[in-house]
């Protein structure tokens, strides 16, 4: 009776533990976790294949659905815009590599909203055995236990991750907001005494939320870039 009872807790952690790192999800401010997996490029080693670029990982339920073909398609459209602001695309699915191939050659055939048809440069990675999943909290067990939810992953040049986004599984992300989130990240990223306010777009004003005395004593001078809409928003223009 002992015996079987020890078995019994003994199996319920172990499942407990898989149960855990199937939907633990790494924090902003964490350590992107690196692996080793192959895509439609090769293999791809993260993060060390991609240097000090910012990249951005999505992860798909599945290869040849609806919604994630429009997402990889305005993906593709917008590549080149991502690789100008210095970040890389990563796009990873459970489904096995053979058919991330002939997803790949599928879409590249589309002439998706009349435009003409694009080569996708960012790779596709496969994650059958589910180790990139679980890693990232990817897999949601009231969703599925062996199909990823849609993410979004931007992440640093010192392979911090910034931001995370989940989307339900019937609506489609928006490439354009997360290029907005990018931007908005490279910019505190460069100056971080600086924060941005809701709808902020590029070339927008930013917050200040701490000033030094010499800012404060500048607010409201001819020539400076300050200026306050009450006492707890002080707002800098755009250089």
Not at 1 to 18: D, E, T
Not at 19 to 45: C, D, K, R
Not at 83 to 108: F, M, P, R, Y
């Amino acid at each position: 009776m002992r015996k079987y009872n020890l078995a019994f807790v003994l199996s319920v952690f172990v499942l407990g533990q898989l149960f855990a790192q199937a939907t633990e999800i790494p924090q902003i401010g964490s350590e992107a976790p690196s692996f080793t997996a192959m895509s439609t490029n090769g293999e791809v080693n993260f993060p060390s294949d991609y240097g000090k670029s910012w990249k951005i990982l999505f992860s798909h339920p599945k290869d040849f659905t609806p919604v994630c073909s429009s997402e990889i398609l305005e993906l593709a459209y917008a590549q080149e815009s991502f690789e100008e602001l210095g970040a890389q695309l990563l796009v990873l699915s459970t489904d096995i590599l053979e058919q991330h191939n002939s997803w790949k050659a599928s879409l590249e055939q589309l002439h998706y909203k009349g435009r003409e048809p694009v080569k996708i440069e960012f790779p596709l990675i496969s994650d059958n055995d589910l180790v990139v999943s679980k890693k990232y909290g990817m897999i949601h067990n009231s969703e599925s236990t062996k199909k990823n939810i849609r993410g979004v992953y931007i992440i640093d040049p010192h392979n911090e991750i910034r931001a995370i986004y989940f989307y339900p599984n019937e609506v489609g992300r928006n490439v354009d907001e997360v290029k907005r989130t990018l931007l908005a990240l490279q910019t505190t990223y460069a100056n971080n005494s600086v924060v941005t306010p809701a709808n902020w777009q590029q070339g927008d004003d930013v917050i200040v939320p701490v000033l030094s005395q010499s800012e404060k004593n500048s607010i409201g001078l001819p020539d400076s870039d300050l200026y306050k809409l009450t006492w707890y928003m002080v707002f800098k223009k755009d250089d």
